[in-house]
C-alpha cells in the first residue's frame, strides 16, 4: 500500500509533466508556423488566413511579442467562455454534447466528493479496524486509515456506507435523468432548428430484391409511387464505384502536381522535365507540365467511360437506393414503418448525412450480416480474453531465445551487446504496446466488417466493444491477478454470489495503483493531448517534404476529431472507477474530479479550435452514453454489496440488492421516456417544418435540391468537376440556403477569428459572425471538402457555352 | 429407479384411465340433453338448434340408437378431417396455430425418436457402465441400460452423444424455421384476405396530454387533422363507463325476469305476483310484471342521465381514443411512427380488436406503468421463489397443534376422529393445491395490474410468467431436491460452470418420475380436458335451478377458450422434457410424442366443437412460442454439456459449447427475419387492399361503418338498445359485410351441423357453409354477443317512426 506521501511524489511529478505540456504548448501555438497545427478549425471554416501577409520573415515564423507568453493559460479561460449555443453553431451537436459528458462527472463527483468527504472519511478515520488487524501483520497508511479497510468487521458503522450508497445512486440517477432530458431536448430542438438538409427528406432503402424485368431504379420509382404516392419525390441508386474512385484520386494528384510544375515555371522561367519511368528515376525525359496534360486528359477520358460503365452496367448497381420525399412528413412515415411482407427486403432507415454514409457496405444481404455479426461476436469474445496468447507468442519469437532458435543465422548480430540489450528491453513490451495502438483500429474494422452502413454507427460499435475490452482488461485486469482468460477461468470455477466478494475485497487494495493510473492516463495524458505532438511533426514533416501548393498545405493540416470510439470508453473507465471507489475509498475521488475539470478545458479548447467533426449525428450516441454509466453504476453497488459480505455485515445485504433492482428500473424507465428522441423522428416535428417551409418558400425547387445529394462521394466529385460545362453548377445558385464558405477565396477577407487569435481580447465572436458558420448544407459541404475546387469554380467562372 | 414393469403398470393405468374417460365421452356426448356441453360452439355460431323438436320426451333426453355407441371414438377422424383453411374459417387463426404447437412437437420428436433409438439406443445397451458400477452398491433397471447412465466414464462412445445432439439442434431449428415461416406467411394471408374490420382502420392513442382549452375529442380531432391531414377520419373518445355498466348489467337482468314472468304469465294465465323485500321473501305483494316494467322504466331513465352525464362531463373522460382514418395505408402509418417529441404522449398502436380491448386499463398514465412493472416483476420473483412460505403457514396453522393453540376452543371438535383424520389427511394438501389452481387467476391479476390494454397481450403475459413458475417449480423443483427457496440458494453458492453439472447429473435420475408425470397430466389429464367435466356438471345445475328463459339457456353454456394462458406453457413444459431428455434417456420419447398426438386431436376436436375464442390476434403469440422452445433447447443442451462434464467426458465440451451459440443465432435470425410480421402491418398490403376496396366500393361509407365500432361494451349496449327508436339500427344495413348470424332467430333453419351432429355421417361442412361462418365483423359480434337482442331487433322490427 502507497502511503500518502508517495502519492504526493506521483502526483507532483504529474502535475510537472502536465505543466510542462502546457508551457510547451503555450509557447508553441503562438508561434506563426505552427498557426495551422493549432487553429486547423478557424482555417477549414475560412475564418482564419495563413499569418503570412506583412511583418518581416521573423515574424512570420516566430513570435517576438513577449507579452503574449506571460498569460500562457489564458486558452483556458477562453475556451470556457463559448457559450453553448454558440459552440453548436460552431462545432456541431455531437462535440457540445460529447463535453456534456466530462460534466457530467463534474456534476456527479463534486457532490459526491462532498458527501463522502464529510461523511465516510470520519467515520472511517475513527475506526479503529486496521489498528487491531496490524496485530495480524498488516501494515496500513494514512490511505488506509480514510478507506472503509479501517472500519471493524461487523461494524454498525457500515450502515452510514450503506445510506450513502443511497444517496450517491439517488445523485447519480437524479443527474442522469436530468441528463438525458436536456441532451433529448438538445437534439430535438437542434434538428428543429436546423436548416433545410438533404437527409431531412430522404430515406435509405436496402436490400431491394432483384427483379428480372426492372432495373433497380424502375424498381425504386414504381415501388415507391404505389405505396407512397402523395409524397414520393425522387431517388437515387447507389452504384459501385470503387474503380471510378481510384481513377478520380490519380487525376486529382495529377492535377496537384501539374499546378506545382507550373508555380515551379512562374518562378524559375524554366520548363521543368521529369523523366517517365519509375519514381521519375528512369526513363525518358519529357516536358513535365505537357506530360501531365496529356495523362490528365486521358484520365479524363478513362473516367468518362468508367462513369457511362457504372451508370449503365446494372451488375455496378448495388440493391439499394436514396429515396427522396416531398416533405419531412413523407420521409419520417417511410423511415418508421415496414414497407412489405418480408422483413428483411425493402429496409427501410433514415439516409444519414451524405457524409456520415459508409459506402461499401449498402449493399450487404440481410443473412450475410446476421453471420457476419456471429462471426464478430464470437471473434470480439476471443479478442477480448485471449488477446494474450498471440502476444505472447510474439514474445517468445522476440526474445533472444526466440530469435537464436528460429534464426540461427543472426547469432553474429543479436551478440552486439546494444541489440541484445534492446531485443530484451524494448521488444516484449513493443508487441503489447503495439496492440494496444491498433486496438481501436481492430475494433473499427470488425465494426466495418459488421455492415454498419454509417461512419456514426460504426464508432458507436466500435466504442461499446472498446468500453467492454477496457472493463474486462483494465478495470478487472488490474484488480484481479493472472490474464483474462486465467480470471475467466477463475470466475468460471466460482460461484456466483463469489464474483462480488472477490472483487470487493481487492477495490480498496487497489486504490493506490488506480491513483496512479488516473495520474498518468488522466492528468498528463490529457495535458500532452492539447499539445498535439504527432500533428504537429506530421505537419511539419510534410510542409518541409512534400507540400507544393496551396492546397497541399490545406491537406497538410490533420485537425483531426474527437474519435469517440476512443475518447467515450476512456471517460467511461473514470465514471466506473469513481462510482466504485466513492463509498470505499473516498480519496480516490478529488483526483478524478481533476481529471474531468481539466478533460473539459483541454476537449473544449479543441473543439473550438482543432478538431474538425466528419459528421454530425445529433448526439445519437447519448442512449450508449448513459447506459453505460448506469453500468457502471450498478457494478459500483454490487462490489460494495460484496465487499461489505466479507466485513461480516451481511444482514445489511438486503438493503443494497434493492439498490441495482432499482437503478435497472431507473434506466428502463429513462429508456422508454427519452430513447425514441434518438431513434425516431415524430411526425409533429415533421409537419410544424413542412407548413413552415411551404409558407415561406412556396416556389421551392426541391426536386433539384435533392436530386444529387446521395451521389456517391467520389462520383458526384467527377461529376461536378466535368460537368461544370454542362451548366450543372447552375443548379447549386437555385438554393436558398447559405452557400458553403468558400475556403481559399475567403482568404484574406475582414474575417479575422477573433476569438482564437489571442483567446484574451475578446472571448467570442460577434453574434453575426458566427452565425455565419451555422453549419452548412451538408450536401454542400461535403462536396465542397472532398473537392475543394468545386465551390470556387461553380462560383467564380461562369458556366462555360 | 423404476423398472420397465414399474413403468408398464402405470402406463396401464393411465391408458386405463384415459380409455375410460373416453368411453364417458362417448356416451355423455351422444346424449341430446348434454348437446350444448359438447357442441356449444355450433350453437354459438347459429349452426345448430336444441335437438327438441321432434321426437318422443325420451329421445329428448337419451340417444337410444345402439349403433352410435359402437363407434365411440369417430370423433377422433372426425376432429382431424377438417382441412386447416375450413378451419381458420370456423375457429379462427389463433386456434388454428395454436394446434399447430402440437404439430410442431410431433415434427420435432418423432424424427428425433427414431434417430435416438436407432443409435443411441445400441450405443448405451451395448455399454457396460452400470455393470462396473453395480460394484458400488448401485441398482439399475433397464431404463437405465438403455440411458447414458450406462455408459462408462470417460468412453469414447460419448461422441455419438454429441454428434446425435447435433442432429437434433439442427432438427429442431430446421422445423423451428419452416414453421415460424409458415405462420408468418398464414398469419399474413389471414390479414391480407380477412374482410374489412374497424380495427385495420384504427388507431389506439393513449395517454393524451391534458389540455385546460379543449376536451380530449377536440384535442384529439385537431391533432390529428394537423398532423395527418390527408388520412384522419373520425375517431372514438374513451369514457369511464364503469357506474354505466352497472346499470346496464341491471337492467339486463330484470329484463331477463320480466321475460320469465311473461312466459309464466302465458303458460298459466295467472299473473305472477312476487315480494319486493329481501331477496324476495319479505316486503308487500306486487304484480311482477308491471313491477318489473316500472323498474325498467327507471332504469332507463337513470341510464340515459348516466349516459350523458358519461358523455357531457369532462372527468369521465378518460385521456385515450380510438382513431380511426380513411385507409388502411393511414392507419398503419400513424401505428407505427411516433407524433410528437414526448414519446409517453400520443402513444399511438394498433387498436385491438373492439372485443379484445381490455378497457379498465387504458388510461394508465407513461410513470404509473413503469413503476407498476416494476413492482410485479419483484412481486413475480416473490412468487416463484418463495410461494411455499406462506402455503407451509397456512399449513402449520391447519394442522392439528396450530388449532389447538390459535383456537383453543374447538378443541372438542377436533377430537373427534372423521374430523381429525380430515385435518391431518385432506387440509395441509388442500393449500397448496388451491394455489396452484388460482396461480393462473393470480398471475392474470399481476398481468392486468400492469396495464396491458388487450385481453390477448394480458394472456400473453401471464402465460411467460406460467412458463417460468413451471420451470422453476416443477421442472427444477422435481430435479432438485428442496423448495425453490432453498434451490436459489443453493445456486447462488454454487460456481456457475457447476449449474449444468447438478442438473445433469440430476436429470438420468428423474427420468422415470418424469415418465410418470407425462402420463399423469398429459395422457389422463388430456384425456379428461375433453369429457369436460366442470362445465358438464354446471351446466346442468344452472340448467335445473337458473334457467328461466331460453336465452338464460344459451347463458348457461360455457364454452370457454383455449386458455392461451395456462395451455401454452404446458405444452412448453413438454417440449422442454423432450428436448432435455432425447439425448440422455432416449425411453422418454415415445411417450412424450404419445402425449403430442393425444392432445393434438383432443384439442382439435374441442376447437371445433366446443371452444369459442374470445378474440382473434391473428397468432400474435407465436414469437413467444417459438422462444420458448428456442430456450428449452438451449437448457438441453447446456444439460448435456454438464452431463458429460461429470463423465468425464471433457474433451468434447469446445464442441458442445457451439451448440448454445448458434442455437442463439438461429433465434436473432429468425427474429429478425419473422418478428416483424407479428409487430407491424406493411404498407404495400395496406395500400394494396386500400386500392382493391376503393375499386370494387367507390360509394363505401366508412364514416358511418367505423362511427361506433369501439364504444365501450356496455355504452355501446345501452345505446342500441335505447337509439332503436331514432333510426339508429339503420346504419348497420348500410354495410356490405355479412351480417351477423343472428342466434336466435336461426333456430330451426335447415342447416343443422353436418359434422357436430354425428362426427361420423359427414366430416366436414359444405364449403358453402363454412364460409357462411366467416368471422364475422367483429364489431357486430361483440354487441350481439352483450346483448343479444340487438341484431334481432334492428332486423326484423322496422324502425319505430
Known amino acids: 500500500m502507497a502511503t500518502l506521501s508517495d502519492i504526493a511524489l506521483a502526483a507532483a511529478i504529474n502535475i510537472l509533466s502536465a505543466f510542462i505540456f502546457f508551457v510547451a504548448f503555450a509557447i508553441l501555438r503562438l508561434q506563426p508556423f505552427n498557426d495551422r497545427v493549432y487553429f486547423p478549425k478557424w482555417y477549414l471554416k475560412g475564418l482564419r488566413t495563413d499569418p503570412v501577409h506583412g511583418g518581416t520573415l521573423m515574424r512570420k515564423f516566430v513570435n517576438l511579442d513577449w507579452k503574449s507568453y506571460v498569460r500562457f493559460l489564458n486558452w483556458m479561460p477562453a475556451a470556457i467562455r463559448m457559450p453553448e449555443l454558440e459552440l453548436i453553431d460552431h462545432a456541431g451537436l455531437d462535440s457540445v454534447v460529447y463535453l456534456r459528458i466530462y460534466l457530467i462527472g463534474l456534476k456527479i463527483f463534486v457532490p459526491i466528493a462532498f458527501l463522502a468527504w464529510a461523511v465516510l472519511v470520519p467515520v472511517n478515520w475513527t475506526s479503529d479496524g486496521l489498528a487491531n488487524s496490524k496485530l495480524k501483520n498488516l501494515t496500513s497508511s494514512d490511505i488506509d486509515r480514510i478507506s472503509i479497510s479501517n472500519v471493524q468487521s461487523g461494524s454498525q458503522r457500515f450502515w452510514a456506507h450503506i445510506v450513502i450508497a443511497y444517496a450517491f445512486t439517488f445523485l447519480t440517477c437524479f443527474v442522469l435523468l436530468k441528463e438525458y432530458e436536456k441532451v433529448a431536448a438538445m437534439r430535438l430542438h437542434f434538428l428543429a432548428s436546423e436548416k433545410r438538409r438533404a437527409d431531412q427528406f430522404t430515406v435509405l432503402v436496402r436490400n431491394i430484391p432483384p427483379d428480372p424485368d426492372e432495373s433497380v431504379g424502375e424498381l425504386v420509382e414504381h415501388f415507391f409511387l404505389v405505396n407512397h404516392p402523395d409524397t414520393y419525390l425522387t431517388h437515387q441508386v447507389v452504384y459501385n464505384a470503387n474503380t471510378l474512385a481510384k481513377l478520380v484520386k490519380k487525376k486529382k494528384k495529377l492535377q496537384n502536381w501539374l499546378v506545382y510544375y507550373q508555380n515551379k515555371l512562374e518562378r524559375t522561367s524554366q520548363r521543368p522535365e521529369i523523366k517517365t519511368g519509375f519514381l521519375g528515376l528512369c526513363g525518358a525525359k519529357v ?157 473499427m474494422i470488425m465494426a466495418k466488417f459488421e455492415g454498419f452502413g454509417s461512419i456514426s454507427s460504426l464508432e458507436r460499435r466500435a466504442a461499446a466493444r472498446y468500453y467492454i475490452f477496457n472493463f474486462v482488461n483494465i478495470f478487472l485486469g488490474n484488480l484481479l491477478t493472472g490474464t483474462a482468460f486465467q480470471q475467466l477461468d477463475t ?3 466460482q460461484s456466483a454470489n463469489e464474483y462480488p466478494i472477490t472483487i470487493g475485497t481487492a477495490i480498496p487494495l487497489k486504490a493506490s495503483f488506480f491513483i496512479s493510473y488516473i495520474m498518468v492516463d488522466g492528468w498528463a495524458g490529457i495535458a500532452a493531448e492539447v499539445l498535439m505532438l504527432k500533428p504537429l511533426i506530421i505537419y511539419h514533416l510534410k510542409n518541409f517534404f512534400l507540400v507544393k501548393t496551396e492546397k497541399d498545405r490545406e491537406e497538410a493540416m490533420d485537425a483531426g476529431s474527437i474519435g469517440f470510439n476512443t475518447g467515450e470508453p476512456r471517460i467511461q473507465l473514470y465514471f466506473l472507477l469513481g462510482l466504485v471507489y466513492a463509498p470505499v475509498t473516498p480519496t480516490v475521488l478529488p483526483f478524478i474530479i481533476v481529471f474531468f475539470g481539466l478533460a473539459y478545458v483541454v476537449f473544449r479548447h479543441q473543439i473550438i479550435n482543432v478538431y474538425n467533426q466528419e459528421y454530425e449525428s445529433g448526439a445519437a450516441f447519448w442512449p450508449d452514453v448513459h447506459v453505460r454509466i448506469v453500468i457502471a453504476l450498478i457494478i459500483s453497488q454490487i462490489v460494495l454489496m460484496g465487499l461489505l ?27 422508454g421516456r427519452f430513447e425514441s428522441a434518438f431513434v425516431k423522428y415524430p411526425l409533429q416535428e415533421a409537419m410544424m417544418k413542412d407548413t413552415l417551409e411551404r409558407a415561406t418558400e412556396p416556389n421551392l425547387n426541391l426536386k433539384a435540391y435533392l436530386q444529387n445529394a446521395y451521389v456517391h462521394r467520389v462520383f ?78 461553380s462560383f467564380r467562372s461562369p458556366p462555360e457555352p
Request: aromatic share 10%.
Open 491 to 493: 470466475f468460471l470455477h
Open 645 to 671: 459480505t466479507t466485513k461480516k455485515a451481511a444482514q445489511s445485504t438486503p438493503f443494497l440488492i434493492a439498490l441495482p433492482i432499482l437503478t435497472i428500473w431507473f434506466h428502463r424507465y429513462c429508456k
Open 287 to 443: 516536358d513535365a507540365i505537357d506530360h501531365h496534360n496529356a495523362e490528365i486528359d486521358r484520365l479524363s477520358k478513362e473516367i468518362a467511360l468508367e462513369r457511362d460503365k457504372v451508370t449503365n452496367d446494372p451488375k455496378s448497381t448495388m440493391p439499394a437506393a436514396f429515396v427522396s420525399f416531398k416533405s419531412r412528413w413523407g420521409a419520417a412515415v417511410c423511415a418508421q414503418t415496414q414497407q412489405t411482407r418480408n422483413p428483411t427486403s425493402w429496409l427501410t432507415d433514415w439516409a444519414p448525412e451524405p457524409r456520415d454514409v459508409y459506402w461499401s457496405n449498402l449493399a450487404i444481404p440481410y443473412v450475410s450480416l446476421t453471420i457476419r455479426r456471429l462471426i464478430m461476436a464470437v471473434a470480439f469474445f476471443f479478442l477480448t480474453f485471449f488477446f494474450m496468447i498471440p502476444i505472447a507468442f510474439v514474445q517468445t519469437l522476440a526474445s533472444l531465445d526466440g530469435i537464436r532458435k528460429s534464426a540461427p543465422w543472426l547469432e553474429p548480430i543479436i551478440s552486439v551487446p546494444f541489440i541484445k540489450s534492446f531485443i530484451q528491453g524494448f521488444l516484449p513490451g513493443i508487441a503489447l504496446k503495439l496492440f494496444l495502438i491498433f486496438l481501436p483500429t481492430i475494433l
Open 716 to 793: 458526384k466529385a467527377s461529376l461536378d468537376e466535368d460537368d461544370d460545362e454542362d451548366g450543372d453548377s447552375q443548379k447549386w445558385e437555385t438554393e436558398s440556403v447559405p452557400v458553403p464558405t468558400k475556403r481559399q477565396s475567403r482568404r484574406g477577407t475582414p474575417v479575422p477569428s477573433k476569438i482564437s487569435v489571442s483567446g484574451a481580447s475578446s472571448p467570442s465572436l460577434p453574434e453575426r459572425q458566427s452565425r455565419r458558420s451555422t453549419p452548412v448544407p451538408s450536401k454542400i459541404s461535403v462536396s465542397g471538402a472532398s473537392s475543394p475546387s468545386l465551390p470556387d469554380s
